[in-house]
């Protein structure tokens, strides 16, 4: 099994950077996701780390460390439309669980004016 | 491109009765598909998932069930309701042996059970 955990809530300014840390426990490990979800919506897939490192998507950053079961997401030039909760989400290597995702319960990040 | 359809949006029924939600992805072939549960506050809670037509696997015991009768096609029944049953079921779809294999999902059923 897997345990996802990140905070709960962050509260940020318009125009600042936030970071969203998640860390996991695992029992396989192939590859970490990080998803927007809008009040009422669907998640939407934001970005994807297997490797270690740093993937890099416009204002939108994600790290990942396996040694350390650690990743983050970087939020930079917040904007009002940011506000939302992301949600990391580890997929399971073990060979009867391929392509499984298991989800942390999402930081609601609050940006204000 | 590729599109994925869930109805109904949003669906009010009583304890004890039956549910049918229907899921249907366009524009892929042989994806895999997955039955999530999201309830209020509270993390994706992956139910079932499908690699075809008619192989479900249940990732959690409840009173729910699963179909895949066609490629692009998964339903969520349910024989009884339960007031536990109530939250936001997402479907989604990934497309194997995809590099990333991300699952991309529909906009939900908002379901409430009285």
């Known amino acids: 099994g897997q345990n996802i955990d990140q905070p709960t809530e962050m509260t940020a300014t318009e125009g600042a950077i936030v970071q969203i840390n998640c860390t996991y426990q695992?029992?396989?490990?192939?590859?970490l996701f990080w998803y927007q979800q809008h009040a009422g919506e669907a998640p939407t897939f934001l970005s994807y780390?297997?490797?270690?490192g740093l993937e890099e998507k416009g204002r939108f950053s994600s790290f990942l460390s396996r040694s350390k079961g650690y990743s983050y997401l970087l939020l930079k030039e917040l904007q009002m439309k940011d506000s939302a909760s992301y949600l990391c989400?580890?997929?399971?290597?073990?060979?009867?669980?391929?392509?499984?995702?298991?989800f942390g319960a999402g930081t609601q990040v609050v940006v204000t004016p | 491109s590729q599109t994925i359809h869930q109805w109904p949006a949003t669906l009010v029924q009583p304890v004890g009765s039956p549910l049918s939600l229907e899921c249907t992805v366009e524009?892929?072939?042989?994806?895999?598909l997955y039955w999530y549960r999201q309830a209020a506050g509270r993390g994706l809670q992956l139910l079932f998932y499908?690699?075809?037509?008619?192989?479900i696997s249940s990732e959690v015991p409840q009173n729910l069930s699963a179909s895949r009768p066609q490629d692009r096609q998964f339903i969520l029944s349910s024989k009884k309701l339960l007031l536990s049953d109530s939250g936001f079921y997402l479907c989604?779809?990934?497309?194997?042996?995809?590099?990333?294999?991300?699952?991309?999902f529909g906009p939900g059923t908002r379901l409430t059970v009285l």
């Open positions: 989604a779809w990934s497309v194997p042996p995809d590099r990333e294999d991300t699952q991309y």
């Open positions: 695992t029992s396989g490990f192939n590859g």
């Open positions: 780390n297997v490797l270690d």
């Open positions: 989400a580890v997929e399971d290597g073990t060979t009867d669980s391929w392509g499984k995702l298991q």
């Open positions: 524009g892929t072939s042989n994806p895999n």
């Open positions: 499908s690699v075809g037509i008619g192989q």
